[in-house]
């Protein structure tokens, strides 16, 4: 089993940057391939990056990709995501998310979820 802990979320004016780590426990995530959603008020869970266990690809959603950074450090058992100029839309509960298989853009793939931090982006 695996358990993953979000931090880094809170109240930010646009065009700032935000760190989001997410510390898994449990088991090693050397293997897993690690990815961050996010869900805004009245709107489904949405893709937002995703990065394989070797940390050699990357997938970012067009409205995110050349501002947010996944990036991962498996020796801390650590995920991150770097956001930058950031825009009020960005707003939402972001999770972490893990899974075994071959990286994916899709939220079924994913079989551990953290409980999700809160970015709030004030215009």
């Known amino acids: 089993q695996v358990r993953l802990v979000e931090s880094g979320g809170g109240l930010v004016q646009a065009g700032g940057s935000r760190r989001l780590s997410c510390v898994a426990s449990?088991?090693?995530?050397?293997?897993?391939?690690m990815a961050w959603f996010r869900q805004a008020p009245g709107k489904e869970r949405e893709f937002v990056a995703a990065?394989?266990?070797?940390?050699?690809?990357?997938y970012y959603t067009d409205s995110v990709r050349g501002r947010f950074t996944i990036s991962r450090d498996n020796a801390k058992n650590t995920v991150y995501l770097q956001m930058n100029r950031l825009k009020p839309e960005d707003t939402a509960v972001y999770y972490c998310a893990a899974q075994r298989r071959e990286i994916s853009i899709a939220t079924p793939a994913y079989d551990y979820w953290g409980q999700g931090t809160q970015v709030t982006v004030s215009s």
């Open positions: 449990g088991r090693t995530l050397v293997t897993y391939s």
């Open positions: 990065i394989t266990w070797t940390g050699g690809t990357t």
